[in-house]
């Protein structure tokens, strides 16, 4: 069965105000199966008010559902009754509900599930590779110690470490006169074992890698879709996952410009981008190279879980990714024009 496309209500949306009546659906934020309730168990509450025509997932979060009533009467009542109360039929948590609207079916294109491959090869990007175990459990204890006793900077959602150069979210890209000096000797070993990368026929003065961003994310923080500026790194773009697992999902836009993000590609009407996804487990290391480095939107959801093949997996409490990069010094003269800031005319 289809599952019908409730969302979370914004401010202006007609049916948001808890005081209306005129919706049969909620929206029932801090319950679902990520908090170990089950749709049927939520179900058995809400149907004390009258017949439940269905529970659904309000987004992956596995924390927000809706709850399809028969009736708007039914709806109205089990908001009043609950909203905001301690629910001792789910385990005493505070239910926070709204009525939902109905979504329109060209809204809900762009965050369909793309099923996700377990092999880089299932997604026939030219230029990515995944090498799972890259280090060892040791080495992974050894490299999180490492970064554990160096300063974090804090961002809204998340922590980075920058060496060699800073990269500046501002500009998404790095300022070539301010060097940091060398990598960290930690990720020698790292740098030593990528010189033997298989799958590598580029130029290996692409391989002297000399930036490194740490980023680090909590349970249900991901990354917007982008693509790696292309004046500011070189072919080449690695990325080791420690501690956590994630999914990366690569979209391909038609029509994109490199300054757009896949969020003003979707605005403009450019939802038809052809989407794949990739579980990257922990201690697994992945290459961006060519096409998939310099066309492809990468992009890590934020989810709390992920559902790979049959299994859903819960994302750990950090994630903690290494991206090694050689920062450029000439202009990019990759065969993507189109996305490519090197190769634009203003
Ligand atoms: O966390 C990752 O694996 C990717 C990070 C990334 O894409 C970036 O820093 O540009
Ligand atoms: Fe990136």
């Known amino acids: 069965m289809v599952q019908p496309r409730f969302v979370r209500p914004t401010k202006s949306s007609p049916s948001s105000n808890s005081g209306e009546s005129n919706s049969s659906n909620l929206y029932v934020a801090n319950c679902g199966p990520a908090v170990g309730l089950s749709h049927d168990a939520i179900a ?4 004390a008010f009258g017949k439940v025509n269905g529970v659904y997932a309000a987004d992956e979060s596995g924390v927000r559902i809706i709850i399809s009533f028969a009736d708007p009467c039914s709806a109205k009542s089990a908001l009043e009754a609950l909203n905001g109360r301690p629910c001792p039929d789910l385990k005493g948590r505070s239910l926070h509900i709204r009525y939902s609207v109905l979504q329109l079916p060209s809204e809900t294109q ?16 030219p230029g ?27 961002l809204a ?3 980075v470490q920058h060496y060699g150069y800073e990269f500046c979210y501002g500009t998404r890209n790095v300022d070539t006169k301010k060097r940091l000096g060398e990598l960290p000797s930690f990720v020698s070993p790292i740098l030593e074992r990528i010189s033997l990368f298989p799958n590598l026929d580029n130029d290996p003065s692409c391989l002297d890698l000399d930036q490194l961003t740490v980023n680090e994310y909590p349970s249900g923080v991901g990354l917007s879709p982008h693509i790696d500026t292309h004046s500011a790194f070189e072919d080449c773009i690695f990325s080791l996952s420690l501690a956590g697992p994630c999914i990366m999902e690569f979209r391909r836009y038609s029509v994109s410009t490199w300054k757009a993000s896949s969020a003003d590609a979707e605005k403009s ?23 998939a480095r310099h066309a492809w939107n ?21 994630r903690v990714s290494f991206t090694l990069r050689k920062v450029r010094n000439h202009p990019c003269r990759c065969k993507y024009p189109q996305y490519c800031d090197s190769q634009q005319q203003m």
Do not use: M, T
């Open 110 to 125: 762009v965050n369909d599930c793309v099923p996700v491959s377990l092999v880089d090869s299932e997604l026939n990007i």
């Open 157 to 159: 959602k998340r922590r």
């Open 269 to 291: 009407g450019d939802s038809s981008c052809i989407k794949k996804a990739l579980y990257l487990p922990p201690r697994s290391i992945l290459l961006l190279s060519g096409e």
């Open 44 to 47: 058995a509450v809400f149907a």
């Open 128 to 154: 990515l590779f995944l090498l799972p175990d890259f280090v060892s459990v040791e080495e992974e204890q050894q490299l999180l110690a490492a970064v554990d006793a160096r300063p974090w900077i804090g």
């Open 298 to 318: 990468h992009y890590i959801p934020h989810h709390k879980i992920d559902k790979v093949k049959d299994k859903v997996i819960r994302r750990s409490s950090r």
